[in-house]
């Protein structure tokens, strides 16, 4: 820190806050430490009394706390997002579009070992909307050596960005509601309108419902309909336990090439089913997707909007985080559910 004569302050970088005082109106803070001085700022601090101030200097390799998280903030920077200016050092990072949050946690950790430097971040595969803040950096101190900001930037060079935004595609989808007491009229289906809602929810278009008894055939018949018309993914409803009648999971495994996994390490969502058919994923959902706001549904339709293809490790990680409170007013996805 150093003492200048005001008129000479011009590019230097203050140290500490400068509080101005109008009687009656105003006591606050009129620049905060870290400000950069410049020439229109000299008469009003005169103005202040300031006839010298407290600044610091910085040398060639050394970086401002502002120009530090502008380079952080766009090195860490993917697709679907963009940074805003710097506000008392912190840059933003916000979604340029509704979309799956991707954090790359390898690079996020590799940066934040980095002494100094921090980077907050929303959860990883967080459904977020346009505009909205998903991470923010910056500098501990008020400048930094130069090594250090190259040091980020090489981590994101090699192991990628680290914070970026999917767009949620609008997918075809097919919904196969099963079960005998629904095909025959005994009862009035509920499932098939709460999945085609969930459906546009994420972005994706219903083709329509399609309803099978307990029977193979006639499920996978469904299925391979709904198949030959375009679908780009296939939600089955219904007999997904180990009832004698649930021939459900039966049904998907005949018509998949590669099953995932029967059962999540999700509640509600133990019973859940996923397969593919080529491309197009069969999704089977145990009924808690009908009576349950939140599900391991909600986890996993967002990430195949995405255009992602998921393997057994994506749905065996959902265990950590993946048992719902089920809270008297649901506020998923800000919440632990999944995280």
């Known amino acids: 820190m150093k003492k200048v004569n005001v008129e000479v302050a011009a590019g230097l970088v203050l140290a500490h806050d400068l509080t101005k005082i109008v009687p009656g109106q105003f006591k606050g803070a009129a620049f905060k430490k870290g400000h950069i001085i410049k020439p229109e700022d000299i008469e009003i601090l005169k103005d202040m009394g300031k006839n010298h101030i407290n600044v610091m200097e910085l040398t060639e390799n050394d970086i401002h706390e502002d120009d530090a998280a502008i380079r952080i903030g ?28 991707k954090i790359n946690l390898e690079a996020l950790e590799a940066v934040n070992d ?45 192991l990628g960005t680290i914070v970026s ?53 006639m499920i996978q018949d469904s299925i391979n309909s709904f198949i030959e018309q375009g679908a780009d993914i296939i939600l089955t409803s219904g007999g997904m336990s180990v009832d004698a009648d649930d021939v459900t999971p039966t049904s998907i495994r005949n018509m998949s090439d590669r099953v995932i996994t029967y059962g999540s390490p999700v509640l509600p969502g133990a019973m859940f089913m996923i397969a593919y058919r080529g491309d197009t994923p069969i999704l089977g959902v145990p009924a808690c997707g009908m009576y349950h706001k939140t599900t391991v549904l909600d986890l996993i339709l967002p990430r195949i909007m995405a255009g992602e293809v998921l393997s057994r490790k994506d749905i065996t990680s959902l265990g950590h985080g993946g048992l719902c409170l089920n809270c008297r007013v649901c506020h998923y996805p800000v919440c632990p559910f999944g995280k």
Do not use: W
């Not at 963009?82 to 799956?100: D, F, H, M, N």
């Not at 767009?167 to 025959?184: D, F, N, P, Q, R």
């Open 114 to 158: 980095i002494e100094l430097i921090i980077i907050a971040t929303m959860h990883n595969n967080t459904v977020v909307d346009k505009d909205q803040a998903v991470a923010g950096t910056r500098i501990i101190p008020l400048a930094i050596e130069k090594d250090k900001i190259e040091r980020i930037e090489k981590i994101c060079n090699d």
């Open 165 to 217: 935004v999917k767009e949620l595609k609008s997918l075809k989808a097919g919904i196969v509601v099963t079960g005998s007491e629904v095909y025959h009229g005994r009862i009035t289906d509920k499932f098939g309108p709460v999945l085609e809602e969930k459906v546009r929810f994420y972005g994706g278009t219903a083709l329509g419902i399609k309803y099978a008894s307990d029977d193979t055939e």
């Open 74 to 101: 766009t090195a860490i920077s993917g697709v679907g997002v963009y940074t805003t200016q710097p506000s008392e050092g912190k840059v933003t990072i916000k979604a340029k579009e509704r979309g799956l949050l």
